[in-house]
């Protein structure tokens, strides 16, 4: 009984790793694909600065760990546009060892209302869902519920991504990690943005203050003819982030 006492004390009081890695650092703004067009973005992120305990048993150091991946979009129609994330990659250590790997597979459905870059009130919702190498998280199969709800205030535009992030195991244990982005426009094609991103825990219960996961980005965005490119350094808030993050987004159409 004494043993099980300690055993629940040193629970309570050491910070866990709460969540794995992720290979996209984005807020959705609601912006679709144009019906029948291709499009290709490149997501890289590296972590000069990061957690060197793995979040789970097994788990991808995300201490200097370079994740990405390529998606492959399509516009189906006005309202709708299909992804998939292929493939999903990492160079970084696992077990002591560095090497590249590969993360698995995830498939996107993203519903926005038309044209919503040029409405001052926007929505949508995306849906994701993963299939997981061992390393990359302890659940093989998980779902990203991302509402989208947004304001076009010119020149200030104000986003919110309320995401939800599922392992299938029970509607309490929807996983809460928000993304949020204020940006203003400096030109056309040059916009600076403040983006956060977090995750507070199950919803049945929170994790602790220091156990939470807090991000705050600075962000550098230019579009220069048919290429959009996002660019940012992130700086963690709390124990259980990681200190120093950077990510590189690049998109265009294919046709």
Do not use: C
Not at 4 to 33: H, K, N, W
Not at 58 to 81: I, M
Not at 186 to 202: C, N, V
């Amino acid at each position: 009984m004494r043993l099980l006492a300690l055993l629940a004390l040193v629970r309570m009081t050491v910070p866990q790793m709460v969540s794995a890695q992720t290979d996209e650092i984005q807020v959705y703004d609601g912006g679709l694909t144009a019906r029948g067009t291709f499009n290709l973005t490149l997501h890289n992120n590296f972590t000069p600065e990061g957690r060197t305990t793995p979040a789970f048993a097994g788990a991808l150091l995300a201490d200097k760990s370079l994740n990405g991946v390529p998606e492959w979009a399509y516009g189906v129609t006005t309202w709708f546009e299909a992804g998939l994330y292929l493939p999903l990659y990492s160079i970084g250590k696992r077990a002591g060892h560095s090497s590249a790997m590969l993360n698995g597979v995830k498939l996107r459905l993203l519903f926005a209302v038309p044209h919503a870059d040029d409405r001052r009130f926007f929505y949508g919702v995306n849906l994701e869902f993963s299939y997981n190498a061992k390393h990359w998280d302890p659940t093989r199969f998980t779902s990203e519920i991302r509402p989208i709800i947004g304001w076009h205030l010119p020149p200030v535009d104000l986003i919110v991504n309320p995401i939800f992030d599922t392992s299938y195991d029970g509607l309490e244990n929807l996983d809460f990690a928000p993304a949020t982005r204020v940006a203003g426009d400096l030109s056309r094609t040059w916009k600076l943005a403040i983006e956060e991103y977090d995750d507070f825990g199950p919803l049945h219960q929170f994790y602790a203050g220091n156990q939470q996961v807090h991000q705050l980005y600075g962000i550098v965005d230019h579009t220069i003819k048919a290429l959009h490119i996002e660019a940012g350094a992130g700086l963690g808030l709390t124990g259980a982030s990681d200190r120093v993050t950077l990510k590189l987004i690049l998109s265009r159409d294919l046709n």
